[in-house]
């Protein structure tokens, strides 16, 4: 009888330290899956922080200033002081936005790649930086695949960066005064819009 009690005793002994270890097990899986969750919110967080700060730095250059040795079109379509819409899509607001034109200039414009000297992303596909913005151009007009170093100063990261030319055309540029068509805010001084990306206003 006693041997019986005592195995009794036993198998709850078990059953009691059996059920604990269970339980120390579910809590210790549950805190373990919680605390991923924390970190990959965090990583979330961090990385559209990151992503927000990065497009914070793209400011564009409305200085107004023009490079050494660009020369003013002669006969240019559009005239300073002309209201134009623009038809180019390089930054949102851009695209349809009503614009006066401040400068008319001749010259080699190129779309470029390029790595921006503040770490920021690479930049793929940037349209305009024109002959007098490149180091060291001369005259003669760079082929598509030439690696050049930039002087240009349209958003940071830009100046003393090393692109690649994606492609190059001989044209008129404008500098353009508009107002964006998603703030409502006047930007100045954009540089830069090639005559083919504008279009007069149509008289009612």
Not at 29 to 57: I, L, P, Q, R
Not at 71 to 85: F, L, S
Request: with cysteine; charged share 25%.
């Amino acid at each position: 009888m006693k041997q019986r009690k005592l195995l009794m005793s036993l198998f709850s002994l078990s059953a009691t330290a059996l059920l604990a270890a269970c339980s120390t097990d579910t809590n210790t899986e549950e805190a373990s899956v919680g605390s991923e969750s924390v970190s990959m919110e965090s990583m979330v967080e961090e990385s559209s922080s990151s992503s927000s700060e990065g497009m914070g730095d793209m400011v564009h250059d409305d200085s107004g200033v023009i490079p050494d040795g660009l020369m003013e079109a002669e006969n240019p379509t559009y005239k300073v002081g002309d209201t134009v819409i623009m038809q180019a899509g390089h930054m949102e607001g851009m695209e349809g936005a009503e614009a006066t034109i401040i400068g008319a200039f001749d010259t080699i414009v190129y779309e470029v790649s390029y790595d921006p000297t503040n770490g920021d992303p690479r930049v793929e596909n940037h349209q305009w930086v024109i002959q007098e913005e490149i180091m060291d151009a001369g005259t003669d007009p760079f082929g598509v695949g030439s690696e050049v170093m930039l002087v240009a100063e349209h958003t940071e990261g830009m100046s003393g960066a090393t692109a690649t030319i994606d492609a190059a055309e001989t044209t008129t540029v404008y500098m353009v005064d508009y107002i964006d068509t998603v703030t409502g805010e006047t930007i100045k001084n954009h540089k830069w819009v090639t005559e083919s990306e504008l279009s007069p206003i149509e008289e009612p």
